[in-house]
């Protein structure tokens, strides 16, 4: 029984393997693979030589500026910038999900920080609205589309050849017949998958742990949900003409038009209108302050940090920068707000996309695989986060020898060193569930259409 049955294995191999469709599905994905690991790695190597230049440029900076402002310490971190960051994972080269949108260094001075804390580099937005190519993109978007070309036909084809009536007259069980055609061609997808994956881990370096098994899991849930749905649409007995428009319309809708959508009802349904309020509280809240009595900016400057009134301020000098910086502060403080309600509408964005892609199993995918890698909003927002408490470190660390006009000498600032922000990786098993759910109703629905009469006529 067994002999029998590897034979008839084989033979399905070799009847599969015959195809040239086969073998340039095959092709596209090894080739989109490798290109997108190129690609991915590329994209990260780049950020990651910036980082590096960051570091050296951030001593480099403070030597300059020791050297034209060291006898003014006030001035001295007026122009001095205290630089930090997000330092991709090893993942991040196998999808690179929003570190291109979003800024990876934060470079800013003592003054106020909300309006510096966005600046991010000069891009080309049409580069920005492609995005960039990774190895997540390919099994996302590319892998589809192969399954569909090689499975759409698998009944129809019989079907339509002729053939269907002799395969019927020498065999009761063409259900299991079917079935096997199917296995040959998951084993082949799987097996192709598998070769993208060692690929990766000699060429990014991924180190074997959980987040390679969680990567896995989701993709190769994803890959048997679209053969799920594939083997559905060709158990409804069509032609194959209708079997491909069917999951090429299908391959459209959940891979560009749901999710298109989805952004655009995010965009109305939360937009973010408090980003600009931002910046106007926090320039307003700074500028107006040169206009007004020092108490105003002192009172609740000292208010915010009781344990700086020990230090003298000179109220009868015109200017000094103990005031300066209580009312760069000022702006800051003013701001507070605002900021607090973008970072809450940007989390509310999150949280309702991730509720959407329980029934979008493209957006879940690459959710998943950006929690994983570090490269999400969420780990965005932690990254803005973790630079705001650097930058009040800083602030405290060198407002008292500011306050006191001690020399430069004092503070030590010439030992200060880029920070390096690690985004913490998520592993959301919920999102395995969605997917094996919809998998599983599929292949519930296709069990079903198999055993309709019209299926073995």
């Known amino acids: 029984m067994f002999s029998i049955m590897k034979n008839t294995y084989k033979l399905e191999f070799k009847l599969f393997f015959r195809s ?44 300059n500026n020791l050297e034209h402002f060291g006898n003014d310490i006030g001035l001295f971190f007026f122009h001095n910038k205290f630089s930090m960051a997000n330092v991709p994972q090893p993942w991040a080269a196998f999808a690179n999900g929003q570190r291109d949108v979003n800024p990876y260094l934060i470079s800013a001075t003592m003054l106020a920080l909300e309006g510096q804390i966005y600046d991010t580099e000069i891009s080309n937005p049409v580069s920005l609205l492609f995005g960039n190519m990774d190895l997540s993109f390919v099994f996302i978007y590319l892998f589809p589309l192969v399954i569909i070309a090689l499975v759409y036909s698998l009944i129809a084809e019989e079907r339509e050849s002729g053939i269907w009536p002799l395969l019927k007259s020498q065999t009761n069980q063409l259900s299991k017949l079917i079935w096997k055609k199917f296995m040959v061609r998951m084993v082949t997808i799987y097996f192709t998958s598998i070769v993208l994956f060692l690929a990766a881990l000699l060429f990014l370096h991924l180190p074997i742990d959980q987040n390679l098994f969680a990567v896995s899991v989701i993709i190769w849930l994803y890959l048997a949900f679209w053969f799920a749905v594939s083997f559905f649409v060709i158990s409804l007995s069509k032609s194959s003409n209708y079997n491909a428009s069917v999951l090429v319309a299908l391959w459209v809708l959940l891979c560009v038009v749901l999710p298109a959508s989805l952004n655009l009802v995010l965009t109305q349904k939360y937009s973010v209108p408090e980003a600009l309020q931002n910046v106007i509280n926090q320039r307003e809240g700074y500028h107006e302050k040169w206009d007004m009595p020092k108490e105003v900016t002192m009172k609740p400057f000292f208010e915010h940090y009781p344990h700086l009134k020990q230090y003298p ?5 015109t200017f000094s920068w103990f005031w300066y910086y209580g009312m760069q502060q000022m702006g800051d403080d003013q701001a507070v707000e605002s900021r607090k309600s973008v970072a809450e509408k940007l989390k509310l964005r999150q949280r309702f996309t991730s509720i959407a892609a329980l029934f979008l199993p493209t957006v879940q995918t690459q959710l998943g695989i950006n929690e994983v890698a570090g490269t999400d909003l969420n780990a965005h927002l932690a990254f803005q986060e973790a630079y705001r408490s650097y930058h009040e470190k800083t602030r405290l660390q060198f407002y008292p ?22 985004p913490g990786t998520i592993k959301d098993w919920t999102r395995l569930a969605s997917l094996s759910l919809l998998t599983i109703l599929f292949l519930i629905l296709t069990l079903i259409n198999l055993r309709e009469i019209q299926i073995v006529k």
């Open 20 to 63: 040239t469709s086969a073998w340039i599905g095959i092709l596209v994905l090894l080739v989109t693979g490798f290109a997108g690991l190129y690609f991915g790695k590329t994209f990260i190597d780049k950020q990651n030589r910036a980082i590096e230049k960051a570091a050296v440029l951030q001593q480099k900076n403070t030597q």
């Open 313 to 317: 301020f000179p109220a009868d000098k």
């Open 401 to 422: 020898a500011i306050f006191l006009e001690h020399g430069i000498e004092t503070t030590k600032v010439s030992s200060t060193k880029l920070e390096a922000f690690t």
